[in-house]
């Protein structure tokens, strides 16, 4: 029986825990804990942030980002490179800016139970959607 050969994209749409590495303006990375979600067929990894956070102040000054992610057992990695493109904050509940996080709500994680409620949170919180355009995956299967 032969195996199956490793595929880090598959591990990247399955992983709903990651750690997004940007770029400090000193040059030293910056890494933080996200929530992505892979489209693989749209080639992006969407995640939902808030304006005026470290990662979001790195993204703005240089869009180069990185994400990695695991298997639970750690025997199992994949990394996804590419440039972001942020939208955001949003002022109108109903505006493009909530619109695209509403589409990624959707994408992830299904229907919310009441929208005008997230369409306000999304204002209130200043959320932002980083949109990483993979142009890179790379990883390995160590079991």
Do not use: C
């Amino acid at each position: 029986m032969t195996a199956t050969p490793f595929d880090p994209h598959a591990l990247l749409a399955e992983s709903r825990l990651g750690v997004l590495a940007t770029i400090k303006p000193d040059g030293r990375p910056q890494l933080s804990p996200v929530l992505p979600f892979y489209d693989r067929g749209a080639g992006v990894i969407l995640i939902s942030t808030r304006e005026g956070l470290v990662k979001t102040r790195n993204l703005r000054h240089d869009p180069r980002a990185a994400l990695e992610v695991t298997r639970a057992d750690g025997r199992a990695w994949a990394t996804a490179e590419g440039v972001v493109t942020l939208t955001g904050p949003g002022t109108d509940p109903h505006g493009p800016e909530v619109e695209a996080l509403m589409d990624y709500y959707r994408r992830a994680a299904g229907e919310h139970p009441d929208w005008e409620e997230y369409r306000t949170a999304m204002v209130r919180d200043g959320r932002v959607l980083i949109t990483l355009s993979v142009d890179h995956v790379y990883g390995a299967d160590i079991s």
